[in-house]
């Protein structure tokens, strides 16, 4: 994409004075935000605000707009000095193929509008309803996306059983562990789209859910986000998030207190009995974990496992994988951010695992999802 050509000083610095409502010169995080949660933002500048809030601390501090204290946004300045610097295709600038990502993501889902899919065959939903349509994008909510994909890898047609669409741009989603009214919501906008879970050819759903998730949760909230999937994190309890969706809980067993033979007889019991299981990387002051180069604080979907040669697929829901992991000997990668791990291998890049239960049956009562009572 050449920049040049694009004019990108005059498309940022136009939708600059649009965004800019109190005309202070100064961009803030919450005239963004409004941007990319209306249904009505002009087309021509969605690229832009995109540009704007995934790069909003880089381009703020491109320049020193103030010398007394910390830049609270994004000034003319900023956007002039920020432009010249894609513009020059400086190979050391970060960030230039970031934007071209933007942009180029923006422009293709223009062609689903006006009306955004729900599924790529609304007459066929369940072919869709797949782990590879789940896709993190810039909110830090993959605990809730692993989650999610882990869900529906077991039970993909609890999506149609949970949506309903009621008008053109209007949702109602009925959570099973939420007991009173369906959440309702708007269309995701193009811009949550290109944002937040991402669509895909397999359709929005799982923005829906994510928008839907979101909004409940900024009822809760002391400080609500305008934006839905902002309000979710990976600070929310699993049990939590499991029991919202499938209106039961999970289990949770730290790997450190397992060994070999107990976590092969509980996947073999759990995964046998169709039951959700997600995996988790503890918080850690590494980005990476040393094994198999697997992101930290971070959730994994379990999507098959084999206990015969007692090995795992798993799943990130960025739909990629790391440098780290595709040099690691540990790993081996399949495609969109699948992977597989042997038992041993699992202990050494693993700390949690998370276990669907179904608390009102006594059949599955106690410890029989095959693991050891938790202590």
């Given at each position: 994409?050449?920049?040049?050509q694009?004019?990108i000083?005059?498309k940022?610095l136009d939708?600059?004075?649009?965004?800019?409502?109190?005309?202070?010169?100064?961009?803030?995080?919450?005239?963004i935000d409004?941007?990319?949660?209306d249904?009505n933002?002009?087309?021509?500048?969605?690229?832009?605000?995109a540009?704007?809030?995934?790069?909003?601390?880089?381009?703020?501090s491109?320049?020193?707009?103030?010398?007394?204290?910390?830049?609270?946004?994004?000034?003319k300045?900023?956007?002039k000095?920020?432009?010249?610097?894609?513009?020059?295709?400086d190979?050391?600038?970060?960030?230039?193929?970031s934007?071209q990502?933007?942009?180029?993501?923006?422009?293709?889902l223009k062609?689903?509008l006006p009306k955004i899919?729900?599924?790529?065959?609304?007459?066929?939903?369940?072919?869709?309803?797949t782990p590879?349509?789940v896709?993190?994008?810039e909110?830090g909510?993959c605990?809730?996306?692993?989650?999610l994909?882990s869900?529906?890898?077991?039970?993909?047609k609890?999506?149609?059983?949970?949506?309903?669409?009621?008008?053109?741009n209007?949702?109602?989603?009925?959570?099973?562990?939420?007991k009173?009214?369906?959440?309702e919501?708007?269309?995701p906008?193009?811009l949550?789209?290109?944002?937040?879970?991402r669509?895909?050819?397999?359709?929005?759903?799982?923005a829906?859910?994510?928008?839907?998730?979101g909004t409940?949760?900024?009822t809760?909230?002391?400080?609500p986000?305008?934006?839905a999937a902002?309000n979710i994190?990976s600070?929310e309890p699993m049990?939590?998030?499991y029991s919202v969706l499938t209106?039961q809980s999970?289990?949770?067993y730290?790997?450190?207190?397992?060994t070999?033979?107990?976590?092969?007889?509980?996947?073999?019991k759990?995964w046998g009995?169709?039951?959700?299981?997600t995996f988790?990387?503890?918080?850690?002051?590494?980005?990476?974990?040393?094994?198999?180069?697997l992101?930290?604080?971070?959730?994994?979907s379990?999507?098959?496992?084999?206990?015969?040669?007692?090995v795992?697929?798993?799943?990130?829901?960025?739909?990629?994988?790391?440098?780290?992991?595709?040099?690691?000997?540990s790993?081996?990668?399949?495609?969109g951010?699948?992977?597989?791990?042997?038992?041993v291998?699992?202990?050494?890049?693993?700390?949690?695992?998370?276990?669907?239960?179904?608390?009102?049956s006594?059949?599955?009562?106690g410890?029989?999802n095959?693991?050891p009572?938790?202590?």
């Amino acid at each position: 994409m050449d920049f040049s050509q694009l004019d990108i000083k005059t498309k940022l610095l136009d939708t600059f004075h649009f965004l800019n409502c109190n005309k202070d010169g100064i961009l803030s995080p919450s005239e963004i935000d409004r941007a990319v949660v209306d249904p009505n933002l002009s087309l021509a500048i969605a690229p832009f605000v995109a540009i704007f809030k995934i790069h909003f601390d880089d381009i703020k501090s491109i320049h020193k707009d103030n010398y007394l204290g910390e830049e609270v946004g994004i000034s003319k300045e900023d956007i002039k000095i920020f432009a010249s610097k894609l513009q020059s295709q400086d190979k050391s600038f970060k960030i230039t193929r970031s934007v071209q990502k933007i942009i180029q993501r923006v422009e293709a889902l223009k062609d689903y509008l006006p009306k955004i899919p729900m599924y790529e065959n609304k007459n066929n939903p369940l072919p869709s309803i797949t782990p590879d349509a789940v896709i993190q994008g810039e909110a830090g909510d993959c605990y809730f996306l692993a989650a999610l994909a882990s869900i529906i890898t077991r039970n993909p047609k609890l999506i149609p059983q949970l949506i309903k669409q009621t008008e053109i741009n209007n949702f109602l989603v009925a959570f099973p562990g939420l007991k009173g009214e369906p959440i309702e919501i708007e269309s995701p906008t193009i811009l949550e789209l290109a944002i937040y879970a991402r669509m895909t050819r397999k359709g929005c759903w799982p923005a829906i859910i994510e928008k839907a998730y979101g909004t409940y949760l900024r009822t809760l909230s002391f400080e609500p986000k305008i934006i839905a999937a902002e309000n979710i994190s990976s600070d929310e309890p699993m049990k939590e998030m499991y029991s919202v969706l499938t209106g039961q809980s999970c289990a949770i067993y730290h790997l450190k207190k397992l060994t070999d033979d107990t976590l092969v007889a509980g996947l073999n019991k759990s995964w046998g009995e169709q039951r959700a299981i997600t995996f988790g990387v503890g918080f850690s002051w590494k980005e990476k974990t040393d094994d198999a180069g697997l992101a930290t604080r971070h959730a994994y979907s379990l999507l098959d496992w084999d206990k015969d040669m007692r090995v795992a697929t798993l799943r990130n829901p960025w739909g990629k994988m790391s440098k780290n992991s595709e040099a690691a000997g540990s790993i081996q990668i399949l495609r969109g951010g699948i992977f597989k791990l042997d038992i041993v291998h699992i202990f050494r890049n693993f700390e949690t695992i998370y276990v669907e239960e179904w608390g009102n049956s006594d059949v599955f009562a106690g410890s029989t999802n095959g693991f050891p009572p938790i202590s």
